[in-house]
């Protein structure tokens, strides 16, 4: 049974202050003890509240493996620290979304030359190829299933307004490029009226939307957002005024309030990503390498995402978690 616990900045600081052993490289054997630290990106997105629990119920299933969580809270520097006191506690291993992909390469580095194999997930480090793999979602890919969406709910052509993720995140350029490589190749049909970041924030959601809206002569035919959050807030933006029905909103993530909002027909869709995947794949690649030492056959494994709407609502990862 795998053991939870959630460490705390202050009790990851303290570990730091206590001498123990680096992980070995060695493989442990099949049936040994395992303890990985998971330092999620947040739990305040829902994101990967799930993709936490469904990484945990796969280490309950490959079993003695001890899950310590920490919670990045968006914060590189809390990342490092938390990185620096798991190696000198001595985990075997380490899963992490990175805050920043340049600021958390050093504590990747340094952990892996200290003996602690690396899986990142979500996102990569960037120049670390150390790194035993990176497991996420091809979010080019996932974003050009957003795009087909929009051309085929809208073949004569629509105006948009594209909420994007935050500047110089790779997560948020990929969904980006992916969304604009399908609508840019008939520029005269797919118009982006305005494109503006709202940090993948409900909150910035609304209200970058009602400023967007405030501002145009005449409202879009679409809002296609970088993820969820930005497009349920874009949800409130647009029934408060009264444009319910006019403008048709899409998400990206699969998230539960998304695919409620599909249901019920606020959202015209969303982009599965299946991060319950990603947490399982991540945590039994780590798993595997360090009792076995058996490495994947690409140490990038991409998930390929899949547009949800109504039509094949069933198709969701988390469909099981909507309450009627």
Known sequence: MSIKATISALALAALATTPAFHASAEPKGKDAEVTILVSSLTYSFPHFVFLQEQLEDEAGKLGKVKILRADGQLSAPKQIADIEAAIVQGV???????ADADALAPAVKAAIAAGVPVVTI????????????????????GAERQGEAIAAQFPKGATIINLQGIPGDKTANDRNQGVHTVLDKQPDLYKFVS????????????????????????APQVIVAANDDMALGAVQAVEARKLNGKIAIYGYDGS????????????AATVDQ???????????????????????????IL?????????????AERIGTITK
Do not use: C, H, M, Y
């Open 92 to 98: 075997d291993g380490i899963i992490i979304a990175p």
């Open 122 to 141: 979500d996102r990569p480090v960037n120049g670390v190829p150390e790194v035993l793999a990176n497991v996420a979602a091809d979010n080019v890919k």
């Open 195 to 218: 494109e503006q970041t709202a940090r993948f924030s409900r909150d910035q959601g609304l209200s970058v939307t009602e400023n967007i809206l405030t501002g145009l002569a005449d």
């Open 256 to 267: 539960t309030d998304a695919l409620k909002a599909v249901s019920d027909g606020s959202l």
């Open 274 to 300: 299946f991060p319950g995947k990603q947490g399982r794949v991540a945590v039994k690649t780590l798993v595997d390498f360090i009792r076995e030492g058996t490495k994947p056959a690409n140490s990038n």
């Open 303 to 315: 998930v390929e995402p899949v547009a949800i709407t109504k039509a094949n609502l069933a198709e």
